[in-house]
């Protein structure tokens, strides 16, 4: 099992930045993708950004692009997800979760969960 607890979520100004971070517990050698994701209220979880274990490769989505920066900290087993430029549109709660698939995972593929922190953006 693996446990993820995220925190630095709150809230903030359009413009303004936050920095999320994820610590991982447990089997943390049993994953090889970690990623975030959000959801607003009345709208699906979606897609923000994934690293690999080894932090060399990441992905984000169109959405966050030129934004948002992820980053993991191998020694500290937490990853991060740095967001500035913040849009009103960036209201959600961040979950990250992990997967054990070595290709880029769908987010079905993603087997640990955390329970989330409400990220809002003041117009």
């Given amino acids: 099992q693996v ?3 995220e925190s630095g979520g709150g809230l903030a100004q359009a413009g303004g930045s936050l920095r999320l ?3 991982a517990s ?3 050698s049993s994953w090889y993708f970690m990623g975030w994701f959000r959801q607003a209220p009345g709208k699906e979880r979606e897609f923000v950004a994934a690293i690999t274990k080894s932090g060399a490769t990441t ?3 169109d959405s966050v692009k030129g934004r948002c920066t992820i980053s993991r900290d191998i020694a500290k087993n937490t990853m991060y997800l740095q967001l500035n430029s913040l849009k009103p549109e960036d209201t959600a709660l961040y979950y990250c979760a992990a997967s054990p698939y070595s290709g880029r995972p769908t987010m079905v593929e993603y087997s640990y969960w955390g329970q989330g922190t ?6």
Avoid: D, E, K
Avoid at 118 to 123: A, E, G, L, P
């Fill in 3 to 5: 446990q993820l607890v």
């Fill in 21 to 23: 971070s994820c610590a």
């Fill in 26 to 28: 447990g089997r943390t």
């Fill in 59 to 61: 992905y984000y989505a």
């Fill in 118 to 123: 409400q990220v809002t953006v003041s117009s």
